[in-house]
Nanobody, 126 residues
Framework: QVQLVESGGGSVQSGGSLRLSCVTS????????MGWFRQAPGKEREGVAG????????YYADWVKGRFTASQDNAKNTLYLQMNDLKPEDTAMYYC???????????????????WGQGTQVTVSS
């Protein structure tokens, strides 16, 4: 059983930075895809970044535009999302997620994932 625990959210001013962490436990090697998502009040959950196990590329949503960087430290079983130049529209709950079995095969589809963390809130003020 895989578990994901996010941390690192908070309140920052526009232009600031935050680094989110997602500690993973359990049989994460059985997961074929992992990703970061966010959900703002009244909006649908959307993909931020994702990668496929065994691959070397990290995929990002177009709107990220180089501001965010996802990484992982396998020795610490931790995923990171470094967020720079934050904007008020980045305000949302941020989640990490993991997928066991391919469905659509699309990293940015929330329905692809069957394991979710509890989320960490990011608030950006202008």
């Amino acid at each position: 059983q895989v578990q994901l625990v996010e941390s690192g959210g908070g309140s920052v001013q526009s232009g600031g930075s935050l680094r989110l962490s997602c500690v993973t436990s359990g049989d994460t090697y059985s997961m074929y895809c992992m990703g970061w998502f966010r959900q703002a009040p009244g909006k649908e959950r959307e993909g931020v970044a994702g990668f496929y196990r065994g691959g070397t590329k990290t995929y990002y949503a177009d709107w990220v535009k180089g501001r965010f960087t996802a990484s992982q430290d396998n020795a610490k079983n931790t995923l990171y999302l470094q967020m720079n130049d934050l904007k008020p529209e980045d305000t949302a709950m941020y989640y990490c997620a993991a997928a066991h079995v391919p469905s659509s095969g699309l990293w940015y589809e929330p329905g692809e994932y069957n394991v979710w963390g509890q989320g960490t809130q990011v608030t950006v003020s202008s």
